[in-house]
């Protein structure tokens, strides 16, 4: 079987969920059931980055111990994986023994590798980001620093262990050059060819101002930077430093989906760090963006963070999963809003979706006794709207391989639309008076949609694509890709269960 490895980042461990870990979490767990369904052999990885002076601050400020502090918060994510139904593989913490035996190894092998100097750091640094900063990316205001997103930064002056990030300037744009898709999309990788081209500085690999972190080897205070111990945890899942081979393949097909704030991090610092470790780079790292709220930068100061779980729990879980996928072009900027997830929702899933496998399946039930009255036949198969049905998985393939997930289900919805259009345009409610066996033949060809529909959909909204083939009887073993055919098509004297609402329709007036 083909091997893929998906990985979210691990979030950090200083305050709740919010949206944005879970729209990252949402992504990663689409792309892992779709290839899943489609015959892959696939890992998902997420966890949580409990170390660093971030960690520690907001610790000390809540007057708790640091390891009881990262336990409470860390706890807050894996629920988070729970009330997202994720199906994740492992979820990884860098308090662990076996992330730290990762963390540490990876070290000896940079230090071995001659990658690795004592000296002196003298520079910017962002506690929020727990990240350094050439003077080039920050901003000044009033002769301080700030960061693009407003953090401002602090001089710092003291002994680090360096990583001879620079050597790595050359062989990084080789890379970039080589590989067209390691970094997406475009506008990213054009951003960090830019900031490659304009020259890399060694990197401040240690820090001895605080301790809570994975201390260096042979020292009595170096603390190694938080962004080693953070990447490596993509190794860490895979039982590094023993990585088995079969482990192997998975990581020549990893898959970082990554918010565009930590873009620095992933596609340079990693790449280059795995080859002066002599292993290989990830296949892809795709690089989303932000979501603000009514058009508003989402902050706490603010008071206008999103949680994601009072919406899950007020309109449910594949509304709020189908609005994060549908509503931008993945690596877009979002915004959320009330009434625009609302008309989303109502629009495409109660209307288009639900309202048609109900009025269909209403029908059958009343004039057919919920009994498929007619078996397809090959000839059926060329027509509308079976045709394109069948031919739907090939289009989605291609737009899922290049993480256009919006287009993936605009595809899906307009086939779904093309249905409406059939069945309004045969009026099965009027052809059953006088010809029931086109009504019966109509029919059919409405709920074989409906299958193709509901596996195709498993990915995107698991849920209410269970609901739908639950309903129409599919076979629970029936339901991977491989039976996106026209062989595996309803036959007649099927049984179809009685029909209940799968969307609600909520109002918008109120909004």
Known sequence: M?????????????????????YTSIICDTIYKFYQLNGFDVLFTTGTDEHGLKVEKAANSKKVNVKDFVDSVSKNFKNLTFKLQLSNTDFVRTTEERHKNA?????????TNNQIYLSKYKGWYSIKDES???????????????????????WIEEESYFFKLSNWENKLLDYYK??????????????????????LKDLSISRTSFKWGITVKNTKNHIMYVWIDALVNYLTSLGYPSISDE???????CIHIIGKDILKFHAVYWPAMLMAANLPIPKTIFAHGW????????????????????????YGLDQFKYF?????????????????FLNRINADLSNNLGNLIQRTLKFLNKNFNSTIPYSIIDSDTKIQPLKDGYDLLNKVDEMMKIFQISFSLKLIFDYITSLNKFMDREEPWNSFKNNPKKTGKDLAILIEGFRLIGIILQPFIPNASSKILDTININKNLRSFKYLNKDHKI???????????IFPRYETKDC
């Open 247 to 253: 482990k192997k393949e998975f990581w020549k097909n």
């Open 103 to 111: 963390a540490l190894f990876f070290w000896d092998k940079l230090e």
């Open 324 to 340: 994060l996928l549908r509503e931008v072009n993945l690596g877009n900027d979002g915004d959320y809003s009330k009434i625009s």
């Open 178 to 199: 080589n590989n067209p898709n390691f970094i997406m999309p475009d506008s990213r990788r054009n951003e960090v060819i830019s900031f490659v081209s304009s020259g």
């Open 132 to 154: 350094f900063y050439q003077e080039k990316e920050l901003e000044k205001i009033n002769n301080e620093f700030y960061t693009a997103d407003g953090e401002k930064v602090e």
């Open 491 to 501: 036959q007649k004297g099927h049984f179809i269960n009685e029909p209940k609402p």
């Open 291 to 314: 979501w603000t709220n009514e058009g508003k930068k989402i902050s706490k100061s603010l008071g206008n963070t999103i949680d994601p779980n009072k919406i899950i729990e007020e």
């Open 2 to 22: 083909k091997k893929i490895y998906i990985t979210t980042p691990i979030f950090y461990v200083n305050d709740l969920p919010h949206i944005g870990h879970a």
